[in-house]
């Protein structure tokens, strides 16, 4: 079922901000809990991770209100983030279908700009995110299969 969800990202303190809200909101982190740097398997082209990233947070979500899910990732210097309040927050679509997904990247991207180009992920989902003509950030997650 499609949803949408806010992800916010941090220079390094992901998890001290998720267990805050999570003290505030109550309930656990859905999935596998908390996803770290250290569990991405190597990438071709992309440099090792250092040691001091290893337990940055990749990925964490904790539902809050309503249906609503916070989502969240570390983005710190070492690995090419440049935070600034602006670019910390964006809003994640999660459609039903790949096409769907792909009608709304190139709507919301045209006038924009393209960050992560639409692809398959080695996490199983078809991602990519963008910097609609309005300076709002979205990033589309969908869990459907290429056919």
């Given at each position: 079922?499609?949803s949408v969800s806010t992800?916010l990202?941090?220079a390094?303190?992901?998890e001290?901000?998720f267990?805050?809200?999570k003290?505030v909101?109550?309930?656990e982190f ?8 250290g569990d ?9 991770l ?14 809050i209100?309503?249906?609503?899910v916070?989502?969240?990732t570390?983005?710190?210097e ?19 279908t790949?096409e ?10 045209a ?5 992560m ?11 990519g ?6 300076g709002?950030?979205?990033?589309f997650n ?6």
């Amino acid at each position: 079922m499609a949803s949408v969800s806010t992800y916010l990202n941090f220079a390094r303190n992901t998890e001290e901000a998720f267990l805050f809200y999570k003290s505030v909101f109550g309930g656990e982190f859905s999935g596998p809990g908390i996803a770290r740097m250290g569990d991405v398997p190597p990438q071709e082209g992309v440099p090792p991770l250092a040691d001091a990233d290893k337990n940055l947070v990749m990925h964490i979500a904790l539902p809050i209100l309503g249906g609503h899910v916070l989502m969240g990732t570390d983005a710190p210097e070492s690995m090419g983030f440049k935070m600034n309040f602006g670019n910390n927050v964006y809003i994640n679509l999660e459609p039903d279908t790949r096409e769907e997904t792909k009608r709304l990247f190139d709507a919301l991207s045209a006038g924009g700009k393209v960050e992560m180009e639409l692809q398959d992920m080695f996490w199983g989902d078809y991602f990519g995110s963008c910097k609609d003509k309005f300076g709002v950030q979205w990033m589309f997650n969908c869990a459907e299969k290429a056919k």
